[in-house]
């Protein structure tokens, strides 16, 4: 990021004022292309200064403002950058988006002052301020918590927004600045890059993530779940306090306000190993709302605490979130009916990937659905593997429709794996990947996965990488430490 400086005379008299910026907030397009065509799949494997994506040119340093044709009737873009950044305790969580598609997506901060607040947000054409697209006044509600719907966005470019403090009509501080992607439009088929992690103890820090946030060329960031360790927490302000305390790590602030992210929960944002069907009742509420707090997430209308949800990235991919903790009932696990996932949403996700028409369509799963060796059934209780009847009706629905570009991306176990879901029969052809932990101790058990089935295993900190690329049909993954060296680097067909 620039750092701030003076404006000089010339931009000086094309500031407009508040009230005036305001009116010309939401513009015509100006005839720009969305900076996001087809791009390489060439990440850096060997990690050191990363190669940028060939479609990324998004940099700081190189910033500039558009301030339209003559007689365009464009407002100009008084960049960001010109406003001094407030304080960290002003905006102790950074910002942060989520849940993007072509047009919306959910914008975030907390904000800890007693000024007014504007939200803007512009395209970008590469380096430049190309146009505002939001600019409104914004309040903060519960917590401090400020969250917007943004709904003017591009489909496929990239954006870039900020929180201005308002003082006198004038901007006066700003929180950092957030950059973002819009989802392509349905028919567009570029390729898509991942990023992913789980498991990150409060007591650690994230320099995972950081280096993560450090990268130019992340379309869309997974928070697989254990974002946050509550573990201990009971009151809405012991869970706010976690939260806070997690989210406060210079990582997390680093990575949510460097791409958009697809968020859902494990056990630990509400207590290790929770049950749902014994969990106190008011500790759920306080957890289930810290979370919707502190992610930028769209919540249904109809279902205002559901996590699970699809998102269409183009037609390179469908994105299914899954929820694997708080609808499963654990007095099932050994009926032909048991429920790991509720009906609900079994039956949301048979038919959604039966409709899909994405060339791959990634499940995140908190918790990973492949069958472990022996030695890790002791816990099979909490996964996939603990419900089989559920287990065995998605893998066979998979298998029996032959549906392609199916992977699976999941958390929990402490370990990076690349595996086949099932060493034989239903899910013998399916993919899972495992990324992290991001901050947490290894599993001592991953050494012993191996043969057919297991291609990977790590205990190193690391955050994944995903190319998906549409013309190949192939999927290619890496994993990367905390210092951005590449661990490991696998490629799967999955057409």
Not at 8 to 31: I, M, N, Y
Not at 80 to 88: F, K, Q, R, Y
Not at 140 to 169: K, M, N
Request: net charge negative.
């Amino acid at each position: 990021m620039s750092e701030p400086s003076d404006r000089d005379d010339e931009r000086s008299e094309t500031k407009q004022t508040r009230r005036e910026f305001l009116g010309a907030a939401v513009v015509a397009a100006v005839g720009l292309g969305t900076g996001c065509g087809g791009g390489s799949t060439g990440a850096d494997p060997d990690g050191g200064a990363l190669a940028r994506d060939a479609r990324i040119q998004d940099d700081d340093a190189s910033t500039e403002i558009d301030a339209g044709p003559p007689d365009s009737g464009v407002a100009p873009v008084d960049p960001p950058d010109d406003v001094t950044e407030a304080a960290l305790a002003i905006f102790p969580l950074g910002v942060a988006s989520g849940d993007a598609t072509t047009t919306r997506a959910i914008v975030w901060t907390r904000y800890t002052g007693d000024r007014a607040l504007e939200l803007v947000v512009w395209e970008m054409d590469e380096g430049r301020y190309a146009r505002t697209v939001h600019a409104a006044e914004v309040a903060p509600g519960e917590h401090g918590v400020v969250r917007v719907d943004v709904e003017a966005l591009t489909p496929g470019a990239r954006h870039r927004y900020v929180f201005f403090e308002i003082e006198a009509g004038e901007r006066v501080a700003r929180s950092p600045i957030g950059r973002l992607r819009a989802a392509p439009d349905g028919d567009v088929a570029d390729v898509l890059r991942i990023g992913a992690c789980s498991c990150t103890s409060n007591s650690r820090e994230v320099a995972t993530l950081a280096h993560a946030a450090s990268r130019e060329d992340l379309d869309v960031f997974l928070y697989l779940g254990d974002t946050t360790y509550n573990d201990g927490a009971r009151s809405l302000a012991q869970y706010r306090d976690k939260w806070d305390e997690s989210l406060s790590r210079a990582g997390y602030r680093a990575i949510r306000g460097a791409t958009s992210g697809l968020s859902t929960w494990d056990d630990h944002e509400f207590d290790n190993d929770w049950n749902p069907e014994t969990f106190d009742a008011a500790q759920l509420v306080a957890a289930k709302q810290t979370f919707f707090e502190h992610q930028p997430v769209r919540r249904d209308e109809s279902a205002p605490d559901r996590v699970w949800k699809s998102m269409r990235w183009g037609r390179t991919a469908e994105i299914f979130v899954l929820d694997c903790r708080s609808e499963r009932k654990p007095s099932t696990r050994r009926d032909e009916n048991a429920e790991y996932l509720s009906r609900a949403q079994m039956d949301w996700l048979k038919a959604g990937l039966a409709a899909s028409d994405a060339v791959f369509k990634i499940l995140v799963n908190s918790v990973p659905i492949a069958n472990f060796p022996t030695l890790f059934d002791a816990a099979s209780n909490d996964r996939w593997e603990g419900y089989a009847a559920q287990r065995d009706e998605i893998l066979g629905f998979i298998d029996d429709e032959a549906i392609p570009g199916v992977l699976w991306v999941a958390g929990d176990f402490h370990l990076a794996s690349a595996q086949r879901v099932s060493p034989s029969g239903p899910g013998s052809a399916q993919v899972e990947i495992l990324a992290g932990p991001g901050a947490q101790t290894g599993n001592p058990l991953a050494g012993i996965l191996g043969g057919d089935q297991f291609d990977f295993q790590s205990t190193t900190n690391n955050y994944v990488v995903i190319d998906l690329d549409p013309a190949t049909t192939r999927a290619r993954v890496w994993w990367y430490d905390a210092s951005g060296s590449a661990i490991e680097t696998i490629e799967y067909p999955l057409g």
